[in-house]
């Protein structure tokens, strides 16, 4: 009977020996981090990125887009032209990896209300591939009520719109994206339909530790499913985009060229007539500032 306990007493200490063992390496091996700022910025010219800054951080942002390139030197290529357009926004992160925002867009005075949440975020050992987030937003028209003809209701100013967004660092220096998105317009034009389903590609290429290159091209998408009209008579022209980030730890810096004079995203992929390769282009910037809370 005691060998048979003594039997019992040392099988159960070599088991929890062994489970010791297996939690100690467990606990040794280390965690896989998040890869190291694939991007600096929640912006990239006229797109959002997988960027979320730290929980409790305050974000003040303005974008400014300045009037076409057309005159040349008149107007010192659209710097000096009417018609420039502004937006200004502030940003909460009110969760890890969760941001609300608010802004105020001088075109038609549109009032947005957007959310992004990044749900996966890349990993240094491709144990999570790939950054994935999704982003929105409600906008409201604000000009006078007549531009929206006899038939007008509140409802006739909202604008929705949607997007899927998939980022990969893939090295040291570029980063790349791909996004999918769809906007609606309770209220468009005659002519233009109220739903549109727009794909995207965009990235950042790092060549010194302040300094990186930002590309973009937006493609509003001809779908007759869900089209009102027969025939696409005015559909949206793509948005090219190339330009400069300057960063540091609280500020992001873009100077840029971009083809659409939309600032939010459901206004240049339902409304965007610019055709770059025509050398419809206009200069602009976005300036962010980061406060920690």
Known sequence: ????????????????????????????????????????????????????????????????????????????????????????????????NVQVGYGLTRLNMYSDFNAKWTILEQTRNNTIPVAVALYGNIAIDGRNENVFGKEYGFTNRFSYFSQLIVGRKLNDWLSIQANASFTHFNKTDSLIDHDKISVGFNGRAQFSPQSSILFQYDIPLKIQGIAEHKEFTKPAKPNFGIGWEISTSTHAFHIYVSSADGIIPQHNALYNQNDWTKGDLMFGFTITRLWSF
């Open 1 to 96: 009977m005691k060998k048979t306990v003594y039997t019992i007493i040392l099988m159960l200490a070599f088991a929890l020996h062994g489970i010791a063992q297996e939690e100690s390496t467990e606990q040794a091996k280390p965690k896989d981090k998040p890869v190291r700022a694939p991007f600096q910025s929640g912006y990239l010219i006229d797109n959002q990125t997988t960027f979320i800054p730290s929980e409790g951080t305050l974000e003040y942002v303005i974008q400014h887009k300045f009037g076409n390139f057309d005159n040349g030197f008149s107007d010192l290529f659209g710097l000096y032209a009417p018609g420039a357009n502004i937006r200004l926004a502030l940003n909460y992160v009110v969760l890890k």
